[in-house]
């Protein structure tokens, strides 16, 4: 049989190229796509010779998507044992100053790119015994918080979607899993806010959040795929806001209050 293999998106740097890490570790073959060619050729070089395969594409273009599954495919034998869907933006800000344009390309990234993969790999899933899907999802899914409302928003829409086809697919044997984390030590939290002259690293750090190692998340991400959990947490503050989310949602006004305006969770 041909050595298992995993598709990432966003696989050029953070979560994704963790992940990639991992599993290439574990002796998967590891489809690396990303919109960016530098940072998918900085992953291929961490990983073992001829682990890996390279794919330039958009998860808002459906022809690039089967385009990229299909050279993937090629390489792998035609296996697709798990499908990462983990590429996303982390755009933040108060909902009335970002612009609409704005609005929708997180929508059209974080949302439609998951909705978009999960239809074109489906067939390769399908074909696949005990394959999965694996969906980054953040714990601001758990309840809304202030400051990252759009962003919040695509990450309850792919919690939903995670569990309404982990339903859907059981008769094909497909399990549908998502990873929730909280503020992930990735490139994205030294972005600077527009309030703010200081890197949301700096005040996380300052309001005594904990910054979770992205090795860490890889670690998650493989006992997502082959565990029985829907939804795997990880860093305290997604397991809290788990637990508030469900037994005190009212509390959880307060946390949104400290991480408003901060920039993205989990991404």
Do not use: C
């Not at 998106?9 to 919109?35: E, K, L, N, Y």
């Not at 022809?63 to 299909?70: F, K, P, R, S």
């Not at 809304?144 to 094909?172: D, M, N, Q």
């Not at 998650?220 to 029985?228: C, I, M, R, S, Y």
Request: without cysteine.
């Amino acid at each position: 049989m041909a050595r298992k293999a995993i598709f990432i998106t966003g696989g050029g740097s953070g979560i994704g190229r963790a992940v990639a890490r991992h599993f290439a570790g574990q002796g998967w073959f590891v489809g690396i796509a990303d919109v960016n060619r530098a940072g998918i050729d900085e992953t291929a070089a961490l990983l073992p010779q001829d682990a890996s395969s390279r794919h330039v594409m958009d998860v808002r273009d459906r022809d690039q998507w089967a385009a990229a599954l299909d050279a993937f495919a090629g390489e792998s034998g035609g296996r697709l044992d798990v499908l990462f869907n983990n590429a996303g933006i982390g755009t933040g800000g108060q909902f009335a100053d970002m612009p609409p344009a704005e609005a929708d390309r997180l929508i059209a990234i974080n949302f439609g790119g998951v909705v978009n993969g999960i239809y074109m790999a489906l067939p390769l899933l399908k074909a696949t015994p005990g394959s999965a899907i694996l969906n980054t999802g953040s714990a601001s899914g758990f309840y809304g918080v202030a400051g990252l409302a759009i962003y919040s928003a695509t990450k309850f829409a792919v919690r939903g979607l995670t569990e309404a086809l982990e339903i859907e697919f059981a008769k094909y044997g497909i399990k549908v899993r998502s990873l929730m984390p909280g503020f992930i030590d990735t490139p994205l939290l030294d972005q600077v806010s527009a309030d703010s002259n200081a890197p949301a690293r700096d005040r996380l750090s300052q309001s005594g959040f904990e910054i979770v190692p992205v090795e860490r998340v890889a670690e998650a991400a493989w006992t997502a795929v082959h565990g029985d959990k829907v939804h795997t947490t990880v860093g305290k503050m997604a397991k809290r806001l788990a637990r508030l989310a469900r037994w005190f949602p009212g509390l959880i006004v307060r946390q949104s209050k400290k991480i408003d305006g901060l920039g993205a969770a989990g991404h």
